[in-house]
Nanobody, 115 residues
Framework: QVQLVESGGGLVQPGGSLRLSCAAS????????MGWYRQAPGKQRELVAT???????NYADSVKGRFTISRGNAKNTVYLQMNSLKPEDTAVYYC?????????WGQGTQVTVSS
């Protein structure tokens, strides 16, 4: 059983910062990619940022220069540092892992950017 647990969401004012954390546990034999997706009300889930095992990163155009994905010191952990947050960043953020034995999602953490 593989579990992804996210933390760090909350309410922040425009221009503020948040850091999301994701820790994966269970029978994970190898990880290809970890990352973050988000889903705003009435919209499809979209990619935010991904990080491959060799260290290649990929970002949505809407977050480039503001968000940074990084690997934690603990095994199978990933962070998303979000700076200069905008109201349009409001969404449920989901952690994602692709590896062996499969693809897994966290339960989601709410990020609300509002004054």
């Amino acid at each position: 059983q593989v579990q992804l647990v996210e933390s760090g969401g909350g309410l922040v004012q425009p221009g503020g910062s948040l850091r999301l954390s994701c820790a994966a546990s269970g029978s994970i034999f190898s990880v290809y990619v970890m990352g973050w997706y988000r889903q705003a009300p009435g919209k499809q889930r979209e990619l935010v940022a991904t990080l491959t095992s060799p260290g290649t990163t990929n970002y949505a155009d809407s977050v480039k220069g503001r968000f940074t994905i990084s690997r934690g010191n603990a095994k199978n952990t990933v962070y998303l540092q979000m700076n200069s947050l905008k109201p349009e960043d409001t969404a449920v953020y989901y952690c994602y892992l692709s590896g062996v034995p499969g693809v897994y999602w966290g339960q989601g953490t709410q990020v609300t950017v509002s004054s």
